[in-house]
């Protein structure tokens, strides 16, 4: 049985830090890739970061560059996304999720099979 739990969310002042975890079990970790989305009341779900099963790449949206660094750490089964200057606007539950294609589209969230069940992230301005 897949299962991905998150960790690490909570109430932040702008400008603040925080630090995402997400665990999985399972599964190959070592041979998958993984991704952080992100939503918003009243919103779709949005990709926010996503890395390579080598680690050998990382994709980043545009509103978070510079700003979020997502890691993976193949001893411990974590993915974990480190989360500076956080703004008013990154308020959302974030969700950490598994593909496992070869190549996949890491934006999209069609891509990914299993889904932890979020976290939710309060930036307070």
């Known amino acids: 049985q897949v299962q991905l739990v998150e960790s690490g969310g909570g109430l932040v002042q702008a400008g603040g830090s925080l630090r995402l975890t997400c665990a999985v079990s399972?599964?190959?970790?070592?041979?998958?890739?993984m991704g952080w989305f992100r939503q918003a009341p009243g919103k779709e779900r949005e990709f926010v970061a996503a890395?390579?099963?080598?680690?050998?790449?990382?994709y980043y949206a545009d509103s978070v560059k510079g700003r979020f660094t997502i890691s993976r750490d193949t001893a411990k089964n974590t993915v974990s996304m480190q989360m500076n200057s956080l703004k008013a606007e990154d308020t959302a539950v974030y969700y950490c999720?598994?593909?496992?294609?070869?190549?996949?589209?890491?934006?999209?969230?069609?891509?990914?099979?299993?889904w932890g069940q979020g976290t939710q992230v309060t930036v307070s301005s």
């Open positions: 999720a598994t593909t496992r294609r070869i190549y996949p589209d890491y934006y999209s969230h069609e891509e990914y099979s299993y």
């Open positions: 399972g599964l190959t970790f070592s041979a998958v890739g």
């Open positions: 890395i390579s099963w080598s680690a050998g790449s990382t």
